[in-house]
């Protein structure tokens, strides 16, 4: 998102800049509204609360136990919620808006919160 920037100089970013930019733009905006921190700035070990839009709901087969995992996007990076031994959480579903705190780790290279708190959110403050 950057330094503040002149009324032109955002209407032109906006006419330039492509829509997947833009939407970035807005899940940054709306996660900053709800009070978490860019998926960007944290690190390994942190507590962090983030928030974003759902991009993909998968679950595995580990040793026995299912794991739900969610794929979080906020517009500057992704983090992976899991849940071990749940199939389903009513609610976190592909596209929906949510709010999740907890320890993140690196599993398997990736940033990943095991167990998070977590909070729907109206669609509105995702794409506001």
Known sequence: MGEPRS???RKFHKLTAGVSELDAEDLQAAAAAAGAAPMSRCRD???ICV???IQAV???????APNLE???YDGSGTVTLVFLGRRDIPGLR???SVKASGRLTLSDGRPA???PRYELLPVSSASA
Do not use: M, P, Q
């Open 7 to 9: 009324w032109w100089a």
């Open 94 to 96: 592909a596209g929906a």
């Open 58 to 64: 998968t679950v595995r087969a580990g040793s026995g």
């Open 70 to 72: 969610v794929d979080l």
């Open 113 to 115: 919160i095991f167990n």
């Open 45 to 47: 070990r942190d507590e």
């Open 51 to 53: 928030a974003g839009t």
